[in-house]
C-alpha cells in the first residue's frame, strides 16, 4: 500500500509531513497520554526538524527515537542522535523525550538488549515513522547484503539488529522492519530524482535484499505515504 505524494519544493514537502506527523502525535496524546516519533538522521529531514520544533504540541508528552544510528558517539559529526538533538530538541519540542539508540559499548550487537529495553518504553504502535532511502535502496540502516545479527528477516526478530553495511561507514544499530510497520503513519521522505528513480524500481516485483526499501514498500500491514520533491 503506496501513497505517492509530490510537491513542488522542499519547504512544501516540509510543510505537508510536519502537518501530518503532529496531527499523529496529537491523536496518540489524545487516545492514551503519550505519543512516540520515531525518526531518521541525515541532512534531509533537517527542515522538517525545524518545522516540528516549532510546532505547538505537548511535547512533554512525546518519545522520539530513531529508526537507526551510526554506531558512534553522539558528538561524533555522523551520529543521527547529534542531528536530532541540534535541530529538533530546541524550541518548542525541547519538552520531548530523547530516546537514543547508541549506548557506549565497542559494538551494537553488545548493547542490543540494553537498547532494546530502552526502546520498549515508547507506547506501540508507534505514532509516527519517519524514514529516509539511499540510492542504494536501503532504509534505516537495513542494506543490501550487509550482515546482520540477527537476520533481519527473521520471524523471531526483536526490535533491534545489529548492521554491518558492506559499503557504508561505521557499524550501525537499526529497528527491524517488524518494529518500523508497528505504527499507525508510516512516512518514506526523500529528494531528487535519483532517489525516485530508485523507488520505481523497489516499486517492481523483487527481492527484498536487493532493495530494502522494499520491506516498506511491499507490505499490507499499514500504508506508507511518500513525500517527494525533486
Same mark, same amino acid.
Given at each position: 500500500?503506496?501513497?505517492?505524494?509530490?510537491?513542488?519544493?522542499?519547504?512544501?514537502?516540509?510543510?505537508?509531513?510536519?502537518?501530518?506527523?503532529?496531527?499523529?502525535?496529537?491523536?496518540?496524546?489524545?487516545?492514551?497520554? &503519550?505519543?512516540?516519533?520515531?525518526?531518521?538522521? /541525515?541532512?534531509?529531514?533537517? *527542515?522538517?526538524? =525545524?518545522? @516540528?520544533?516549532? +510546532? !505547538?504540541?505537548?511535547?512533554?508528552?512525546?518519545?522520539?527515537?530513531?529508526?537507526?544510528?551510526?554506531?558512534?558517539?553522539?558528538?561524533?559529526?555522523?551520529?543521527?542522535?547529534?542531528?536530532?538533538?541540534?535541530?529538533?530538541?530546541?524550541?518548542?519540542?525541547?519538552?520531548?523525550?530523547?530516546?537514543?539508540?547508541?549506548?557506549?559499548?565497542?559494538?551494537?550487537?553488545?548493547?542490543?538488549?540494553?537498547?532494546?529495553?530502552?526502546?520498549?518504553?515508547?507506547? &506501540?504502535?508507534?505514532?509516527?515513522?519517519?524514514? /529516509?532511502?539511499?540510492?542504494? *535502496?536501503?532504509? =534505516?540502516? @537495513?542494506?543490501? +547484503? !550487509?550482515?546482520?545479527?540477527?537476520?533481519?528477516?527473521?520471524?523471531?526478530?526483536?526490535?533491534?539488529?545489529?548492521?554491518?553495511?558492506?559499503?557504508?561507514?561505521?557499524?550501525?544499530?537499526?529497528?527491524?522492519?517488524?518494529?518500523?510497520?508497528?505504527?499507525?503513519?508510516?512516512?518514506?521522505?526523500?529528494?531528487?530524482?535519483?532517489?525516485?528513480?530508485?523507488?520505481?524500481?523497489?516499486?517492481?516485483?523483487?527481492?527484498?535484499?536487493?532493495?530494502?526499501? &522494499?520491506?516498506?514498500?511491499?507490505?499490507?500491514?499499514?500504508?506508507?505515504?511518500?513525500?517527494?520533491? =525533486?
Amino acid at each position: 500500500m503506496v501513497e505517492l505524494q509530490r510537491f513542488a519544493d522542499n519547504a512544501a514537502l516540509d510543510a505537508a509531513l510536519a502537518e501530518a506527523i503532529v496531527k499523529s502525535l496529537r491523536e496518540g496524546i489524545y487516545q492514551r497520554g &503519550r505519543a512516540s516519533l520515531v525518526l531518521s538522521g /541525515g541532512r534531509t529531514p533537517r *527542515g522538517l526538524f =525545524a518545522r @516540528l520544533a516549532a +510546532a !505547538a504540541l505537548a511535547w512533554d508528552c512525546v518519545t522520539i527515537t530513531l529508526a537507526d544510528d551510526r554506531w558512534v558517539p553522539e558528538d561524533h559529526p555522523d551520529s543521527n542522535a547529534r542531528s536530532v538533538r541540534e535541530a529538533l530538541l530546541r524550541g518548542n519540542a525541547a519538552q520531548a523525550r530523547f530516546v537514543p539508540l547508541y549506548r557506549d559499548t565497542a559494538a551494537p550487537w553488545s548493547a542490543l538488549a540494553d537498547s532494546s529495553a530502552a526502546l520498549a518504553t515508547l507506547p &506501540r504502535p508507534f505514532d509516527a515513522v519517519v524514514l /529516509g532511502m539511499g540510492e542504494d *535502496g536501503h532504509t =534505516a540502516s @537495513l542494506f543490501p +547484503a !550487509a550482515d546482520t545479527a540477527p537476520a533481519p528477516s527473521d520471524a523471531a526478530t526483536p526490535d533491534l539488529i545489529g548492521v554491518r553495511p558492506l559499503r557504508a561507514p561505521h557499524d550501525r544499530i537499526s529497528l527491524t522492519p517488524k518494529a518500523l510497520l508497528d505504527t499507525r503513519l508510516l512516512a518514506l521522505h526523500f529528494t531528487g530524482a535519483g532517489k525516485w528513480s530508485v523507488l520505481c524500481e523497489a516499486l517492481k516485483p523483487g527481492p527484498v535484499g536487493q532493495y530494502p526499501i &522494499r520491506n516498506v514498500l511491499q507490505q499490507e500491514e499499514v500504508p506508507c505515504r511518500v513525500y517527494w520533491t =525533486a
